[in-house]
């Protein structure tokens, strides 16, 4: 069966840097594409942007353009997603999704919060 | 981008009951509208996809319906493990945007 397993959860500062990663299993990480969603407390999910795993192309929202990088260690069949220049808006709960295709998001990883806090 | 406004944002409802959530795209995503279903401290489930196809493993009391801009999500006989959040998503376009949420409660 498929899973997603995410990094445990981060306490950063203002102005500091994340990194999370999500390494898949249960199929051919390569073929799927990974997505990246947050969601801020109270909120609803936020689409931040997904990763080819075959090719390394990536494509990003707007709003985190410049700030945001998802990469990927096919050697590991491990994603990440990383995040700089945070401010407390960006406290939230990160998942990582498998794409089925047509961008439908069909397994989650369980979650990693991210604090950010002075 | 492509905004999801879904109602009502909350709804209070009984076992039994026959639920529909709305979902509006401000402009037309075709069929690429997905339900997600989400219960605290969880990740959202994918629940229909393609507007009306059902996710496998989801029971049939779940339907979809809808296409170009108005969707809904229907449950046809409420059980005591669907009261939940219900998250709609366009995944026509990027940024692939979510609703804000229909929290379903038991009345």
């Known amino acids: 069966q498929v899973h997603l397993v995410q990094s445990g959860a981060e306490v950063k500062k203002p102005g500091a840097s994340v990194k999370v990663s999500c390494k898949p299993s249960?199929?051919?990480?390569?073929?799927?594409?990974m997505h990246w969603v947050r969601q801020a407390p109270g909120q609803g999910p936020e689409w931040m942007g997904r990763?080819?795993?075959?090719?390394?192309?990536?494509e990003y929202a707007q709003k985190f353009q410049g700030r945001v990088t998802m990469t990927r260690d096919t050697s590991i069949s491990t994603g990440y997603m990383e995040l700089n220049r945070l401010t407390s808006d960006d406290t939230a709960v990160y998942y990582c999704?498998?794409?089925?295709?047509?961008?439908?998001?069909?397994?989650w990883g369980q979650g990693t919060l991210v604090t950010v806090s002075s | 981008d492509i905004q999801m406004t879904q109602s009502p944002s909350s709804l209070s409802a009984s076992i039994g009951d026959r639920v529909t959530i709305t979902c509006r795209a401000s402009?037309?995503?075709?069929?690429?509208l997905n339900w997600y279903q989400q219960k605290p401290g969880k990740a959202p489930k994918l629940l229909i996809y393609g507007a009306s196809s059902l996710q496998s493993g989801v029971p049939s009391r779940f339907s979809g319906s809808g296409s170009a801009t108005d969707f809904t999500l229907t449950v046809s006989s409420l059980q005591p493990e669907d009261f939940a959040t219900y998250y709609c998503q366009q995944s026509y376009s990027a940024p692939y945007s979510f609703g804000q949420g229909t929290k379903l409660e038991i009345k």
């Open positions: 990763i080819n795993p075959y090719s390394g192309d990536t």
């Open positions: 249960g199929y051919t990480f390569s073929v799927y594409f």
């Open positions: 999704a498998r794409a089925l295709g047509g961008n439908v998001l069909d397994y």
């Open positions: 402009q037309s995503s075709g069929i690429n």
